[in-house]
């Protein structure tokens, strides 16, 4: 009785698959050619382009797994539980990505596999979309249509996994090269960063007088901040291997040492100071911008204003115009990481 009844459903479900407009089918199968671009050209933009786009399955693959995070950090913001939060921000960003691809690439072949009269029904191309994703085989249709979807489908499945695993080491040497210089810092100047710790650190080590090397070095550190963090923002959200440190709170520290320096005329390093800071302002914008930033009228410029004067006025005004074009986003940078700015606003407000 239960095979009559099952034998029956089949042919009814696929006498009303056979009546289907052809157009629908035609449509279907648009709309599903159409998905698959998107997912496929959502992968090379991740993986390949050295450039930001707001593409969708990224936003929102990073929207789901930064509001989760801000829901769980609401409720408890001490720093031992703000490092194991954040630890699991970037994982938990790829898995949830790879996910939002197998759905969108099941979904798109379910759709092909149906318009274009591969199987019989949307159970069949359910489960023969799932069979060839997952590399398994066992609801392979017998039609050649299905067949040579199966193929590619395969290869796409294999390619999602295989092609976003292999650029999570380089990823992760990404932010390894960051915490670095991160750790660099705080060993110097103890666990409160902030710009005027670093200019008595380099007193004390006898550099006060000629910092290039410093300012250099620092100026790599911005560019590849730049180059890195802005193409995939949910970097900014990996926190250091040691719990209490902060990239985001060491940039500040450089960026006011770098243009208390800039803004003298005694060293011979303010050239260099200058330009470190209009590196760090470059990288903060950007990231910023990436990470949503509205636009603002009081943007970082490329431009590095020249000295008005030597006494403590003018100096005091070079600083200020120069850190007013790296406050903005920096700040903003650090409200989106949950970073703990308060030891630069106290040092700001006291001076």
């Known amino acids: 009785m239960t095979r009559t009844g099952d034998r029956s459903s089949g042919q009814s479900e696929n006498r009303v698959f056979a009546e289907v407009p052809k157009l629908t089918r035609i449509f279907i199968s648009i709309l599903g050619l159409w998905l698959l671009f998107l997912i496929l ?84 191309a359910f489960l023969a979309s799932g069979s060839a994703l ?13 067949q040579w979807l199966a193929v590619p489908e395969g290869a796409l499945g294999l390619g ?40 008595e650190w380099c007193q004390r080590a006898g550099i ?14 911005f560019r590849m901040l730049a180059d890195t963090h802005s193409v995939l923002p949910m970097l900014t959200l990996s926190p250091s291997v040691q719990e209490g440190q902060s990239w985001v709170l060491a940039a500040a520290a450089v960026l006011d040492a770098a243009a208390r320096a800039a803004s003298s005329t005694e060293t011979k390093d303010a050239e260099s100071a200058k330009i470190c800071v209009c590196t760090g302002t470059r990288a903060f ?31 005091r005004e070079e600083f200020l115009s120069l850190r007013m074009r790296y406050e903005e986003a920096l700040f903003f940078v650090a409200r989106r990481t949950f970073a703990p700015l308060d030891g630069i606003l106290v040092e700001r407000i006291e001076r």
């Open 285 to 315: 914008v950007a990231i910023a911008d990436a990470l949503g930033r509205a636009c603002s009228t009081r943007r970082g410029s490329a431009r590095i204003p020249s000295m008005s004067g030597v006494n403590p006025e003018a100096r």
């Open 41 to 124: 050209r959502s992968m090379i933009r991740i993986a390949l382009m050295n450039r930001h786009y707001r593409d969708f399955f990224a936003e929102l693959s990073g929207r789901v797994v930064y509001r989760v995070v801000a829901l769980r950090l609401s409720r408890n913001r001490d720093a031992g539980a703000l490092h194991r939060v954040l630890l699991w921000v970037f994982p938990a960003y790829i898995l949830s990505l790879i996910f939002v691809y197998f759905v969108g690439a099941m979904s798109a072949f379910t759709f092909l596999y149906w318009g274009t009269h591969a199987v019989n029904s949307w159970r069949e």
């Open 134 to 146: 997952n590399t398994l085989g066992f609801a392979t249709p017998a039609s050649i249509a299905g």
């Open 208 to 221: 006060a007088g000629d910092m290039r090397d410093v300012w250099e070095d620092w100026e790599d550190w």
């Open 160 to 199: 999602i996994v295989v092609f976003l695993f292999t650029f999570i080491p380089g990823y992760q040497a990404v932010i390894r090269s960051r915490e670095d210089k991160t750790s660099w810092l705080y060993t110097r100047i103890g666990d409160h960063p902030t710009g005027t710790a670093l200019l």
